[in-house]
């Protein structure tokens, strides 16, 4: 196991709702990374924060937001939920600083939007 | 923006046999080159990084391969086995994107006994 933790494992919101993931990432680590990963598909990137300032954004739209706190543990937020939104969110913890480490991932939070 | 072209077909091989997977990236070299592995309902575990400057690397019976000129990377687990059997996702660091990761959509491997 990576010592990073997501929750909820599940969740279910209907069209228009609002949710909030949480992340908590692995000790010594100062960056968190959100992933989302529809079926079949690799994870895509959404955002990174660092020192609690996101550093870094994918192509999503502003209705995906996020939070570091001074733990470096992390919430993901997205609003008025849309049906694609249904996937496997991840996070990845990875220290920022010196010689570049890997992300290590969480188990992931599965969203069904109906 | 960068794709990223892994096989999409599932490889299977027998046990004891190499299992070579392959990864294709158009437009910019990445800075680093990772391949990760991922188990159904599983977030995705790390297994290998490789830099832009390095050729080769090796763990165990792993074995990635990096050419910039070619942008393509090879994976390979000699000596396989059922229990390696999974999905293999190669994912790119981006010197012009630094901390931003694009992954590919995976090759699923199965090993049969």
């Known amino acids: 196991e990576t010592g990073v933790t997501q929750s909820p494992t599940h969740l279910i919101k209907t069209r228009g709702q609002q949710v909030t993931l949480r992340c908590s990432s692995q000790s010594g680590h100062n960056t968190v990374s959100w992933y989302q990963q529809a079926l079949g598909q690799g994870p895509q990137f959404i955002f990174q924060?660092?020192?609690?300032?996101?550093?870094g954004r994918g192509n999503f739209p502003p209705r995906f937001s996020g939070l570091q706190f001074p733990n470096y543990s992390s919430e993901l937020n997205v609003n008025a939920l849309e049906l694609d939104d249904s996937a496997l969110y991840l996070c990845?913890?990875?220290?920022?600083?010196?010689?570049?480490?890997?992300?290590?991932f969480g188990p992931g939070t599965r969203l069904l939007v109906l | 923006s960068q794709k990223i072209e892994q096989n999409s077909e599932a490889l299977n091989i027998q046990e004891g046999k190499t299992a070579t997977l392959t990864c294709n990236y158009t437009?910019?070299?990445?800075?680093?080159l990772q391949w990760y592995r991922q188990d159904p309902g599983r977030g995705p575990v790390f297994l290998l990084l490789?830099?832009?400057?390095?050729k080769e690397k090796r763990k165990e019976r792993l074995k990635v391969t990096f050419d910039t000129t070619l942008k393509q990377s090879l994976f390979h687990i000699t000596a396989s086995q059922p229990a390696d059997s999974a999905t293999y996702l190669c994912?790119?660091?981006?010197?012009?994107?630094?901390?931003?990761?694009?992954f590919g959509s995976g090759t699923k491997l199965n090993v049969k006994p």
């Open positions: 924060y660092y020192r609690e300032e996101e550093n």
């Open positions: 490789i830099r832009e400057n390095e």
């Open positions: 990845a913890s990875s220290f920022t600083g010196g010689q570049r480490e890997t992300q290590y």
């Open positions: 994912a790119l660091d981006m010197l012009s994107d630094f901390n931003k990761f694009y």
């Open positions: 437009n910019y070299s990445p800075a680093y």
